[in-house]
């Protein structure tokens, strides 16, 4: 079956220390991938998607990079966070128009 | 612009009680979903109507889709206290990437 994981799930880092998310897929090749952020209650913002290995796209031009070194990892990175980096962070694996299998989430807290 | 609004943004209602969101937007779509995320964790894909399709049963769960009216409604009957969590909706024109609304904090009290 296919999974979807995600790790760390919470992360407390200080201002202009470095960042590195990764998610991982299970039981599927060449999945369309994605990195959104949620702020506190509110809903989810794209930052980037890849449709394939070394392919990323960004929604949102910001402190963040992401990368795909293997058809089935996503990362995503920062040199140097910042306060505003903090956040509720999810990855997910889009199975073509018919929806999306989230991770379980990574709560980032720049302190 | 954002594509999908809940309405409404929060609701409080008593276990049994019958609990209805709606999400509006502003272009053609292929599908909409609805996904569900209880507090700090990832979101679930509850379910799927298509552009063609007015109305859809899940369990306890009906979707409408007017797309007239560019509009949806999420029906939960006979709500639970597991019911709590904040729902969102998601619209895709293929090609293009899913659009999630802000969501609506759905509170059910025992």
């Known amino acids: 079956s296919q999974t979807i994981h995600q790790w760390p799930a919470t992360l407390v880092q200080p201002v202009g220390s470095p960042l590195s998310l990764e998610c991982t897929v299970e039981?599927?090749?060449?999945?369309?991938l994605y990195w959104y952020r949620q702020a506190a209650g509110r809903g989810l913002q794209l930052l980037f998607y890849s449709v394939g290995i070394g392919q990323i796209s960004s929604e949102v031009p910001q402190n963040l990079s992401a990368s795909r070194p293997q058809d089935r990892q996503f990362i995503l990175s920062s040199k140097k966070l910042l306060l505003s980096d903090s956040g509720f962070y999810l990855c997910?694996?889009?199975?073509?128009?018919?929806?999306?299998?989230f991770g379980s989430g990574t709560r980032l807290t720049v302190v | 612009s954002q594509q999908g609004e809940e309405d409404p943004q929060a609701l409080s209602i008593q276990e049994g009680e019958n609990a209805t969101m709606n999400c509006s937007y502003k272009?053609?779509?292929?599908?909409l979903q609805w996904y569900r995320q209880n507090s700090g964790r990832g979101l679930v894909h509850l379910i799927l109507?298509?552009?063609?399709?007015r109305e859809k049963h899940s369990g306890r769960l009906r979707v409408t889709l007017d797309t007239s009216k560019k509009s949806s409604s999420l029906l939960i009957t006979a709500s639970r206290a597991a019911d709590t969590a904040s729902y969102f909706c998601a619209t895709i024109l293929y090609g293009q990437n899913f659009v999630f609304g802000p969501g609506t904090r759905l509170s059910v009290l025992p």
């Open positions: 272009t053609s779509i292929n599908n």
């Open positions: 039981g599927t090749s060449n999945p369309n």
């Open positions: 997910a694996w889009g199975r073509g128009g018919n929806g999306y299998t």
């Open positions: 109507i298509r552009s063609n399709e």
